[in-house]
């Protein structure tokens, strides 16, 4: 046969990710959106924003900041987060060596691991984890080596987390407040966690994205606000999550100077900077202190109602004391695996649900589902309306 008329073949490879497909958030969405059900599975708001926010991006717009900003970050945001970390936490980074706006939390998290995993190291995870952490520490060449929080009490097993750190070990992720379970290290966690890297070159990576969640009067426990601890470790935290912009996907990473160093020769050549009217937005709306010192009301109404419907249902409330997560325990209902269980919630009651078995990278059944009360009052009383019926 003539090659000119041969049925072109594309190209193959070997996968980076080979056992990664299609995310729970994206498959539990579509369902609800393909059975019209209420969506509390992924976590993102459906209230709009201060419109003063806004207001103040469309002005940056408006005066001509439309253009490459400095690829660490427009100076006066990150003036601003010095400023808000040394108030909040007592700790002032250097605007200009030790603080990096990025992408949203997902890419600081991931720049993070790549500028310091190398092949073969190990990485110590917590799980449940957020989904994105193996991914990355798989395309760094990592090792996960893993420390499992078990239900109802998610309580972190020092014993096992002091264990596994080895020779090998270079880097400990930590996320607190903590998704999917809504639990907070408190200050004898930090202490315990002092004590356990002190004399190792462990780093830390520090997941801070819910740090204005923190409920009932508690402060948030930054690693920053330990200095044996923010000597080692990049601080994540979100500007989606604090302000309801969740697409805006704009975060920040604050390091001591040797680490940012490294983190911004990976940052530079993965996105280089971050969209400049929302930093110098973000800059000016920052002058107020009230839109995250407020939050932790402002969610903690929002989940005292939501935990107040579901006690008249026959789930089991797990503790919530931060994020905008609600687990509960559905054994009273149900004796399905989790994800068939929030398959046939979302189809059958209308109501979506992630399953925290979703977190783990092993199969780790314990009945529990996970909601998102980050949502209108009337968006959860509907929902609320649906799970009474069970």
Known sequence: MNALHDTPTAPTFPSRLPTVGT????????????????????????????????????????????????????????EAISDKIANLYGRRYDAASEITVTAGATQA???????????GDEVIVVEPTYDSYLPSIELAGGTPVFVTLDAPDYAIPFDK??????????????????????TVWRTEDMRKLEDIVRGTNVLILS???????????????????????????????SFGKTYHVTGWKVGYVAAPAALTAEFRKVHQFNVFTVNTPMQVGLADYMRDPAPYLELPAFY????????????????????CT??????????????????????????????????VSA??????ESGVVR????????????????????
């Open 23 to 78: 995310t729970i958030f994206s498959v539990m969405s579509a369902l609800a959106a393909e059975k019209g059900a209420v969506n509390l599975g992924q976590g993102f708001p459906d209230f709009e924003c201060d419109p003063r926010i806004v207001d103040a991006v469309s002005t940056a717009m408006r005066d001509g900041h439309n253009q490459y900003p400095p690829m660490p970050g427009v100076p006066a945001l990150r």
């Open 109 to 119: 998290l991931l720049t993070a691991i790549l500028c310091s995993v190398h092949p």
């Open 161 to 182: 987390l002091a264990a596994a750190i080895t020779p090998k070990t270079r880097l400990l992720l930590i996320n607190t407040p903590h998704n999917p379970t809504g």
């Open 207 to 237: 997941d801070e994205v819910y740090e204005h969640m923190v409920y009932d009067g508690a402060p948030h426990e930054s690693v920053a606000r330990y200095p044996d601890l923010a000597q080692r470790s990049f601080v994540v935290s």
């Open 300 to 319: 903690q109404k929002k989940r005292d109602f939501f935990r107040a419907g579901l006690a008249d249902t026959r789930f089991k409330l797990l503790p």
């Open 322 to 355: 931060g994020t905008y997560f609600q687990c509960v325990d559905y054994s009273a209902i149900s004796d399905l695996p989790e994800a068939e269980f929030a398959q046939w919630l979302t189809s059958e009651i209308g109501v979506a649900a992630i399953p």
């Open 359 to 364: 977190f783990y990278h092993l199969p780790h």
């Open 371 to 390: 909601f998102c009360f980050a949502k209108r009052e009337a968006t959860l009383a509907s929902a609320l309306e649906r799970l009474a019926r069970l």
